[in-house]
């Protein structure tokens, strides 16, 4: 059962992600294969990021002194996506994340 959750969950990150076009919809089979590539990019930076987030999340919660049982780590997926904004506008200053040290700070409840 739980993998199969885990599953729904990447599919529903995938179909998030996918929001203007749900299904590939180019005629020629090479941009059929560049759009799902395209997909699967933007998928995997989003659970490699919420994977590293959730990691620094456990560490300070641990540091905190909470109790972190193996048990409760099993349900974790960082197929996540309540916190992406896919309408917004967004503005890199490259400068800036260049000379980052360590991650973005984690918001406290």
Request: a neutral charge; proline letters at 3%; glycine letters at 4%.
């Amino acid at each position: 059962m739980v993998q199969l959750n885990k599953g729904e969950a990447l599919h529903a990150l995938r179909a998030f992600l996918s929001f203007a076009n749900e299904k590939i919809q180019k005629s020629q089979l090479d941009e059929q294969a560049n759009q799902a590539s395209c997909l699967t990019l933007l998928t995997n930076a989003v659970i490699i990021w919420n994977t590293r987030y959730i990691q620094e999340i456990i560490s300070q919660l641990k540091i905190d002194g909470h109790n972190i049982y193996d048990e409760d780590i099993e349900h974790l997926s960082p197929c996540r996506f309540e916190h992406i904004n896919k309408y917004g506008r967004y503005n890199f200053n490259v400068d800036e994340e260049l000379n980052r040290q360590g991650l973005r700070p984690i918001r406290k409840p």
